[in-house]
């Protein structure tokens, strides 16, 4: 469209170029034709002046009808030559409006052409822009249902999790009153509750007794604070067990999540055999590291009593490491499906 236009252009000056170059060859032709009229008149002129009259007289009828015949021409020429030069400045100019309004319309046309152009680039410029507008917030929308979508699997699993940690505390807390009750039937714990007991633990001037019941309640004590120590000890690993074991099951999750995206190419068919195999060896070794640790709640005493209560220690498992399990052969479970749909 600008090449045409400048083309457009250029041709409309070389056509005003060309009329005023011919409006001007005409001009000097018609002063060239007045200036030669002009001098021919005035070299006539002076020859009528210098007839003497005695040759006018004795001329005949015939010599009078020629200069008179003669007169009227001349007469005539100079309006003749004057309505050619006014029909002549008429078409010039009428020649020269026409080619100022053809000037003038060609020059309309060519800003409405631009105009044209113009506002087209704009309206393309902006579709383009909502177009990207349009794009960006179909991003958005995709990955805020999949925010939401994640969101509530998480809350899901934490739920299932909460109400599996719940059960196996249920079933700590009742294999814990067992324990208390063979305690307090041996007699370790009786003393702790008693007021007496109490009181003498608050006010040393208040004990009865010689030095042997003295020593007796020292030790008790100090076997309540040791075993105090103990469960808080035990409670403080159970939960940094269970944050680290949340971490590692949820790491193996998203990996599994993203090798059932991913797509069925041959080279993501390789990348994802790779990927399970990688999830069940860290799956086993979690696995593993579950079977192999000892909490420290654990003590020979205690087994000793499970044992007494008929509960064999090999059946005895930490709570965490019995959801631990439960998660991780999940996971293993997860990744043989996904290896066989694979395969």
Known sequence: MRHHHSELRAYIINLLNEEVLYIKSMSKDVEEKLKLHSSETQNVEPQQHDLKPDESECRDVHTTTVVESCQVTKHEEPSFAKITFESRGDSSEVLAQALQEKVGALLLLSQQEERHLHEENVNAALQQKVDELQRNVLQVTNEKVRTLLELARLRQEYQSLREMSGTREEETTGNSGRIAISNEKEGRLKNMWKKSYINRWIDPSSREG??????????????????????????????????????????????????????????????????????????????????????????????????????????????????????????????????????
Request: aromatic share 4%.
């Open 210 to 343: 010689g030095g042997p019941s003295n020593t007796e309640a020292d030790y008790a004590s100090n076997i309540d604070y040791a075993r105090m120590k103990v469960e808080y000890a035990a409670i403080k690993e159970s939960l940094e067990s269970m944050g680290h074991l949340t971490t590692s099951i949820r790491r193996l999750r998203l990996a599994l999540l993203k090798v059932k995206e991913s797509n069925d190419t041959e080279t993501d068919a390789r990348r994802c055999e790779v990927a399970i195999a990688n999830i069940l060896v860290e799956a086993t070794h979690l696995k593993t590291a579950l079977g192999i640790s000892i909490p420290i709640s654990w003590s020979a005493e205690s087994d000793m009593e499970s044992v007494a209560d008929g509960e064999p220690s090999c059946e005895r498992t930490d709570s965490v490491s019995a959801a631990g399990f439960e998660m991780v052969e999940l996971v293993i479970l997860a990744a043989e499906i996904m290896k066989e749909q694979h395969n």
